[in-house]
């Protein structure tokens, strides 16, 4: 069974569907959790690239990006789940319009 290419500018078709889905959600944030997620969505699709590029010019070293960029994703999401988590235990709410605690 032979498997086909997908070519190039499907995979940067998606990464652009979902880099649009992550900015669209940032820019309307209301959530925290929500921002967090979106910013997840944005590093993803700049993953996508990466790796599409990479298969493209037969190189690894978008690869090995991505995997520094998922290590930065994960710092990411644990120190703001942290951060989120610690604010709700003092204000019952992660509505970004309101939060003014780490503030001077």
């Given at each position: 069974?032979?498997?086909?290419?997908?070519?190039?500018?499907?995979?940067?078709?998606?990464?652009?569907?979902v880099f649009s889905i992550g900015l669209l959600g940032v820019m309307t944030?209301?959530?925290?959790?929500?921002?967090?997620?979106?910013?997840?969505?944005?590093?993803?699709?700049?993953?996508?690239?990466?790796?599409?590029?990479?298969?493209?010019?037969?190189?690894?070293?978008?690869?090995?990006?991505?995997?520094?960029?998922?290590?930065?994703?994960?710092?990411?999401?644990?120190?703001?789940?942290?951060?989120?988590?610690?604010?709700?235990?003092?204000?019952?709410?992660?509505?970004?319009?309101?939060?003014?605690?780490?503030?001077?």
């Amino acid at each position: 069974m032979i498997i086909p290419e997908i070519p190039l500018p499907f995979y940067l078709l998606l990464s652009a569907t979902v880099f649009s889905i992550g900015l669209l959600g940032v820019m309307t944030k209301q959530n925290g959790v929500r921002l967090l997620m979106c910013i997840e969505l944005m590093l993803n699709s700049a993953n996508i690239n990466l790796v599409a590029f990479s298969s493209y010019n037969n190189d690894i070293t978008g690869q090995v990006f991505v995997l520094f960029t998922i290590a930065l994703a994960a710092a990411e999401a644990a120190i703001g789940f942290a951060i989120f988590m610690a604010v709700y235990r003092m204000k019952n709410r992660t509505e970004l319009n309101d939060f003014n605690v780490l503030r001077w």
